[in-house]
């Protein structure tokens, strides 16, 4: 059997960026199977010829890390069908030029994904076809469900990839292993000795043409909706049965479905959009004279709120998670910030407690302690017990592409989670709407709105 990688939206920025450099590694480490195809669908009219001259740019900018062999092997996999992919007459001219039992994939902005799937519904999909559908998981709560509900009629649930990348990233998939697979942290993973968590993924990166997507996302919608929920979900879990799809998402969507939205919006949120400035020594214009974007949406580039989760493992605690565009700097960690002792024996100042850091790309490890002091052992000392982890082989698409591939949903994420998560952030976005919270401005290369 065949299962071609039918990639609708193949002429985009995330199959240019992502999606084709995570092949390129499959290929690079002999994870393509010989008859492994991959049909690109797009509105662009191209030849395959085309494409894969298209192809080869972005290889060539995003996977230069692949030698050049791979990337070349991979082209000759690569071909091209121009066509709507709302159109059930073009995805059936589609699917049967792809053949066999394809895994379709749907790099598409979100505002889309409806209408493909109910073309897609009305073609149908041979048994044991697979779907992958990219984040934001449609545009609010109702969406999602009525994605679900599309997606249901259209495959059994474990045919389904709902895609968060940061879900098979090594960060994330460390917090497994950290938590479960030791005895030193679970004990004292609670409210009783955590004090706040804060995840935080600013980037240095500014909008890079993509306003036709983030424009009408923003980054509440981009990052905060998805990625960092995944995170907190990861962070909060109770302890899984088993490292499989059916325990990891039932766990996380426990704890999504008990994570209380912001009591004080004004308070407990932040909304903010950058100005000119410099970045790593490089000039960017003010979001709103970027190419696409409609200043009147008044979108944010930088969005950030706290929220607890109500159960008896985390009731109080804090959560902040925060997430920007154009910062001054690539802050991208996980922050576990334990409770002072309860009675310190030394002297002088209290030291801050003790601080659980996990670090993204490269990914690190520290953990920051109160030592005696090297002079006067009676002083304490800040000290750092830390790791970096050498890079993995596979960029998370790399990874995601060979589980889907293989037929794998551990990594993909359930529709429970997928609407429960838009429940965490729409009063949020609806007091925003509203004008409840001002969108306040911060310049490019800054760290954020303060
Ligand atoms: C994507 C967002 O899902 O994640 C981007 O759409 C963001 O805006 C990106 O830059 C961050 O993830 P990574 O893995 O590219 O650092």
């Known amino acids: 059997m065949t299962r071609p990688l039918v990639v609708l939206g193949g002429a985009g920025d995330l ?27 797009g509105r662009e009219e191209l030849s395959d010829d085309d494409y894969r001259d298209w192809a080869r740019e972005r290889l060539t900018e995003h996977a230069a890390h692949v030698p050049e062999a791979a990337r070349d092997r991979l082209l000759a996999r690569l071909g091209y069908h121009q066509g709507s992919v709302t159109e059930p ?57 009525e994605l679900n509900a599309v997606l249901a009629q259209l495959l059994p649930d474990e045919a389904v990839f709902r895609v968060d990348h940061f879900m098979a990233t090594q960060t994330v998939l460390n917090i497994l292993g950290l938590r479960f697979a030791n005895r030193l942290f679970e ?85 903010g959009r950058y100005t000119a400035g410099t970045v790593d020594g490089q000039e960017l214009p003010d979001y709103v004279a970027e190419e696409g974007v409609e200043p009147a949406r008044e979108t944010e580039t930088y969005a950030e709120y706290t929220v607890t989760i109500d159960n008896w493992r985390w009731a109080g605690v804090p959560f902040r998670l925060r997430s920007g565009k154009a910062l001054g700097e690539n802050r991208q960690e996980i922050l576990v910030r334990f409770k002072p002792v309860p009675h310190l024996a030394f002297g002088g100042t209290p030291p801050e407690a003790g601080l659980l850091r996990l670090g993204f790309d490269p990914d ?3 953990l920051e302690l109160n030592l005696n002091g090297a002079g006067d052992p009676f002083d304490l000392e800040r000290t750092t017990l830390g790791i970096e982890l050498p890079p993995r082989r596979l960029s ?35 007091a925003w709407d509203a004008g409840d919270v001002p969108l306040r401005e911060y310049p490019a290369g800054s760290d954020g709105p303060g």
Request: charged share 25%; net charge negative.
């Open 187 to 271: 004990p004292v993973w609670n409210a009783g000795h955590v004090e706040r968590v804060d995840i935080v993924f600013d980037e240095t990166l500014g909008l890079e043409g993509r306003a036709g997507y983030y424009d009408t996302a923003g980054a509440l919608r981009d990052m905060l909706q998805n990625h960092l929920l995944q995170q907190l979900a990861v962070i909060a879990m109770e302890p899984p049965a088993a490292v499989d799809a059916g325990s990891l998402a039932a766990r996380k969507a426990d704890v999504l479905r008990v994570v209380r939205p912001p009591a004080d919006m004004a308070r407990d949120t932040v909304r």
């Open 89 to 145: 007459a073009d995805l059936r001219a589609v699917l049967e030029r792809a053949g066999g039992v394809p895994v379709v994939y749907l790099a598409l902005p979100n505002t889309v994904f409806l209408p493909t799937l109910r073309a897609l519904t009305e073609v149908g999909l041979p048994e044991g076809a697979a779907v992958a559908v990219e984040k934001p998981f449609g545009e609010n709560a109702d969406d999602a469900r």
């Open 396 to 430: 998370a698409y790399g990874l995601l592409i060979k589980e889907m591939l293989a037929g794998d949903p551990t990594l993909s994420i359930s529709a429970a989670e997928a609407e429960e998560s838009w429940r965490i952030v729409e009063p949020i976005l609806a």
């Open 364 to 366: 690190t490890i520290s």
């Open 15 to 41: 199959t240019g960026r992502l999606m084709l450099p995570g092949l390129a590694e499959l290929e690079d480490v002999g994870e393509l199977t010989d008859d492994q195809t991959l049909l690109a669908v």
